[in-house]
């Protein structure tokens, strides 16, 4: 077949009043100079392929002087950057592979099975409530309609993900959904898996056979070494850092028991960046190496819940947020030069795009988002938003981004809701002001609940944004790495994007 050639060309910039110039024979061009790459600059295409040129090259690439057969023609055309030498059928495959996340539908369900907690952190994105706030409580009558919901889902495959609050505060109703859930599930036969974010803090050894015999994954949070993290995350006349620590070894060690390979199956930690975190980067690692953990996620803190209100505290110029990054992520690549496999979970969602031409599907990194279309979240009451950042800025007092309810919602109904199309419609990088030029759209996205609650609306400025700069900051720092770093450094990197299914955790399905 032969298809007409639709990329628009690359034109060369001409100066006022000087002859017009025939368009290069180039595909869209971004061009990115990175302060730390040797003076060279980065040059992508909209397929997410890159190189690097010189300044020289750049400088006749800008007076129009690319002739066939010169070196940087080759250079450009070996990575798709020669229009009249791209297949439009194979990059449009290409696309559609990347892309294949668009025809399943939402897989990830967050159900908020309560909002008390037993701890009182800084930065409390949910709004917790006090242990006596019983009436946060989710029933188990609307557990099950959670689950009615999710199962009908185009996604093949759900994860149920328990949040809060801390959900084993309201345990016996976690319990009766994930019964449900596997009992429901014979009729639908998908791929069905769960997952407990939990402090830890309200653990027992009851809990854990549980949660270690019905296939739970544990995810629990650390903010560093012990000072920091209890600071924090208060515990009321216990200490929180001790208590998440004595329960990541104890599950580690369950799961070796059990015959586990303890490279794949540990419980994961999240960490939440707040200003006085920036201090100790170096000591963060090193907190995450000595609880067993194999990966860190040096994520900024957000803008909702109680961060908002404790934001003259906690919160920080992007431009610090770098150097923390920086700095924690060369620790952690000495540690692997050594020999130590611990990876940062931003550079491997980010690499991933980068280096294996795959999309990981992470909600918040992807063009368009996964707000609703890839994630769904359930209030304790039964209220259905397009995010769980959604549903932190309804327990902030606006409802912006509830979308139905699982007594009376149908999902066809909550799927063609009119905030979910302007959701989908706000996250396009190609289409948002600012992404569309940006040498990082091919492997960036944007959060349109961040847009929403910084800015006002989820058409989001992304020059002013907090959560693009530090996007821009993550892959500045990559590109780098990857064109200036040493062999060693470039292997470990390409490393961090294999992807290793932890299958143990999947629940048996009708067909087993
Ligand atoms: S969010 Fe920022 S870094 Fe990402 S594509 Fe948009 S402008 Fe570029």
Known sequence: MNVQNPLPAFRPFVAAGAAA????????????????????????????????????????????QLDDGTPLHQKLAAKNFI??????????????RKKRFLAYGPNLHICVVTLRCNETCV??????????QVQTDMSPEIGEKVVDFMLQSTSPGVTLEFQGGEPLANFPVMKHIIEYAVQKNRAYGKQLDFTLVSNLGLMTEDKLSYLVDHKVQICTSIDGPEALHTKQRVLVGGNSHREAARWIERINKKYIELGLDPTLYHVEALLTTTREALKYPREIVDTYRNLGCR?????????????????????????EYHDFYRTAVDHILSLNAKGEEILERYAAIFLTKILMDEDSNFLDIRSP?????GALAYNYDGSIFSSDEGRMIHEMGDDFFKI??????KYRDVMKHETVRALVLASIRETQPDCN???????????????????????GQMRQSTLCSVHKGIQDFLFEKLHTGDASTVDTLKRWT????????IQSSAAS
């Open 123 to 132: 930065y409390c994105h949910a709004s917790r409530a006090d242990m006596d």
């Open 21 to 64: 110039q025939k368009p290069l024979d180039l595909v869209e061009v971004r061009y990115r100079p990175l302060p730390n790459a040797g003076g060279d600059v980065l040059l992508t295409n909209p397929f997410g392929d890159w190189v690097f040129v010189t300044q020289g090259e750049m400088s006749a690439l800008v007076r129009g």
């Open 369 to 373: 988002s996964g707000s609703a279309i």
């Open 83 to 96: 229009r009249s030498k791209i297949s439009v059928e194979t990059e449009a495959k290409r696309l559609a």
């Open 437 to 459: 030029v940006c040498t990082y759209a091919p492997y960036c996205g944007i959060q349109p609940e961040h847009s929403y609650r910084s800015q006002g609306s989820i058409f």
């Open 295 to 319: 990966a860190i996620f040096l994520r900024p803190v957000d803008p909702f819940g109680f961060a908002k209100k404790t934001a003259g505290r906690i919160e920080y110029d992007r431009r």
């Open 404 to 409: 139905g309810d699982v007594r009376t919602s």
């Open 498 to 505: 294999t992807i290793r299914e932890r299958s143990h955790f």
